[in-house]
């Protein structure tokens, strides 16, 4: 008989992702796991959660939450401020990155830091990853018109070239999310 040895960790946190995923699934019709990466995720459910409203905040904070073992996004108002903070730290930093993945599928950019981690490990890991990824700054694809002022600009002057993007992608957003 072959005994299989499971950490209590990973028990947990299979666990956790599991309930994190719950309403995703619900909501969007789509699997999710320990293995997703924002790259996996359709393209209608990626347009709902760069929107940045009311609805995905609720999906974030509540993958934030549950991956964390503090509950629901639901009990995101009875934290500590402290705690918010944290949370919302986080679901900043998803943020950027899913609006990252949304102006790569528009051909915008090359890459970006961070787009071979799965969300899990983005929640997880956050201290750990966070500083190196937000160092990084997205690759603009050699295609877009604002390229030749991107390749020669200052790091920050980059950072910030990349950060106007965004108002414009979620105006596509606006305009059509089926057709990524």
Known sequence: MSRKVIRLSDARLEKNARRAFRNWESEFGEPFGLDTTLGQ??????ALLAEGR???TFYLLDLIMNLQGMGSG???GGRSPKEQIAIMDRHLFLLD???YEYMK???WLESYPGEESTLVELVINFEKLAPGL????PALDPNHPAYGVFRSASILEK???IRKLIPRALEKIQDSSSTL
């Open 134 to 137: 937000k160092a990084d700054t």
């Open 97 to 99: 990155l899913i609006r």
């Open 74 to 76: 639901f009990d995101f």
């Open 105 to 107: 599928r528009l051909g």
């Open 54 to 56: 009311n609805k995905s």
């Open 159 to 161: 950072e910030e070239l």
């Open 41 to 46: 995720i359709s393209a209608k459910t990626l």
